[in-house]
């Protein structure tokens, strides 16, 4: 499967953006979805993640209740909304699928395709 990362861009503290990624290729239900981000000069961290059926959805710690991840199978696509943003949420944000009923949604080596990335800057 391959993925298209979209929504980024440039928000003051407090404000939201939601950040989209289009899949295509092959059974996007079939895949469990991630959001992750990597701040510069830092290593790549979980965000987010999503079940193939969504009936299971984890998020970091940092980011619980401020961010909502979602999907819509019909549209080959995921959201994460991003809420309350803070200048500690600026990273490149990347999604990721790995194959439904295997490994971690925490584990960034479970996951088998990536998206390009999509910078989201958050401004004091």
């Known amino acids: 499967v391959q993925l298209q990362a979209s929504g980024g861009g440039l928000v003051q503290a407090g404000g939201s953006l939601r950040l989209s990624c289009a899949a295509s290729?092959?059974?996007?239900?079939?895949?469990?979805m991630g959001w992750f981000r990597q701040a510069p000069g830092k290593e790549r961290l979980f965000v987010a993640g999503i079940r193939w059926s969504s009936s299971s959805i984890v998020y970091a710690d940092s980011v619980k209740g401020r961010f909502t991840i979602s999907r819509d199978n019909a549209k080959n696509t995921v959201y994460l909304q991003m809420t309350s943003l803070k200048p500690d949420d600026t990273a490149l944000y990347y999604c990721?699928?790995?194959?439904?009923?295997?490994?971690?949604?925490?584990?960034?080596?479970?996951?088998?395709?990536w998206g390009q990335g999509t910078l989201v800057t958050v401004s004091s």
């Open positions: 290729g092959r059974t996007f239900s079939g895949f469990s």
């Open positions: 990721a699928a790995r194959p439904a009923f295997s490994g971690s949604y925490f584990n960034i080596n479970d996951y088998t395709n």
